[in-house]
């Protein structure tokens, strides 16, 4: 069974950073491109950034590019988010899959900023 378990979300002031962590299982996590989406309340599904099969290789939106980083640990199967100089703007949930939203989605988690 395929699982995509993200975390690491939260309340966080402007400016603050959080690292959202996702955690697969269930297939060949390695060979597989990754991204982030986020939904915001009343809002599309907007993707974040993503990141190569082999790590080596990122794109990132506009809308987070130079505060966002997005890194992957194929050892472990996890795929992360470090997200820093949050805005009230990025107040989502987060979500990962592969680029191709292969399999089911997650639950998400929330991430909040505001002060």
Request: aromatic content about 12%.
């Amino acid at each position: 069974e395929v699982q995509l378990v993200e975390s690491g979300g939260g309340l966080v002031q402007p400016g603050g950073s959080l690292r959202l962590s996702c955690a697969a299982s269930g297939f060949t996590f390695g060979n597989y491109d990754m991204s982030w989406v986020r939904q915001a309340p009343g809002k599309g599904p907007e993707w974040v950034p993503q990141i190569n099969f082999g790590g080596r290789s990122t794109n990132y939106a506009n809308s987070v590019k130079g505060r966002f980083t997005i890194s992957r640990d194929n050892a472990k199967n996890t795929v992360y988010l470090q997200m820093n100089n949050l805005k009230p703007e990025d107040t989502a949930v987060y979500y990962c899959n592969t680029n191709t939203a292969s399999f089911d989605w997650g639950q998400g988690t929330q991430v909040t900023v505001s002060s």
